[in-house]
């Protein structure tokens, strides 16, 4: 069964630093979401992704934060200079067909900022 | 008011209860509805879609009442492995809304 998978699994990082939280979606899925969950709170959307572009994005989403599908596969999110409080699981999801149908979760990354 | 508001739990019952757990929401314009379960520092796995008519997939009901802006979740004869975190997600365009999560706990 066809799985979205996501890289790393855990990243540690310092203050300061940029990442790159890496997904690979389902193949034939044609719309892509990033999501954060911090430890013990609720999944919190960031952005939504179609055809090559953001479609919706959230309050969070701030210009700290950027998202590519670079190739035909991967579907990255970019952290440029983390904070503390971006430590957090982020999960990637990809949907099928409509942007109304279910989505498909990732493993998830868990991001530790020192 | 949030955007989406559940249950807020915890709920702990006896294996072989039924649990029902509620989810409203606040915008009329929402398009479609599911539910999930989150098993502890896991991803969300979709459980089932929601729709107006009702669907059920063996001891799961869902049901989506649009007028009233809610949805509800009924799991009959509970068994120990449905100890999760349930949560109710509504979809707008280009957006998708968590709720903060029911937490259920089922003993022997």
């Known amino acids: 069964e066809p799985e979205v998978t996501q890289t790393p699994s855990h990243q540690v990082t310092q203050m300061g630093q940029e990442v790159i939280l890496r997904c690979v979606p389902i193949?034939?899925?044609?719309?892509f979401y990033w999501y954060r969950q911090i430890l013990g709170q609720k999944v919190e959307f960031l952005v939504s992704?179609?055809?090559?572009?953001?479609?919706?994005k959230s309050e969070i989403f701030d210009d700290q934060f950027s998202v590519e599908r670079p190739d035909g596969s991967n579907f990255t999110l970019k952290i440029r200079s983390t904070k503390l409080e971006d430590s957090a699981m982020y999960f990637c999801?990809?949907?099928?067909?409509?942007?109304?149908?279910?989505?498909?979760f990732g493993p998830g990354t868990r991001l530790t900022v020192l | 008011r949030k955007e989406v508001e559940q249950d807020p739990g915890p709920f702990n019952v006896p294996e072989g209860a039924t649990v029902a757990f509620n989810c409203t929401y606040s915008?009329?314009?929402?398009?479609?509805f599911f539910w999930y379960r989150q098993d502890c520092r896991k991803e969300p796995k979709l459980l089932m879609s929601?729709?107006?008519s009702g669907n059920e997939d063996g001891r799961f009901t869902a049901q989506l009442n649009r007028a009233s802006q809610y949805i509800s979740l009924l799991i009959r004869d509970s068994k120990l492995s449905d100890s999760a975190t349930y949560l109710c997600?509504?979809?707008?365009?280009?957006?998708?809304?968590f709720g903060d999560g029911t937490t259920l706990t089922v003993k022997p």
């Open positions: 999801a990809s949907v099928t067909g409509a942007q109304y149908n279910e989505q498909f």
């Open positions: 193949s034939n899925h044609l719309y």
């Open positions: 992704f179609y055809n090559n572009e953001i479609s919706e």
């Open positions: 915008n009329s314009a929402s398009q479609s």
């Open positions: 929601v729709y107006s």
């Open positions: 997600v509504v979809i707008e365009t280009g957006k998708s809304t």
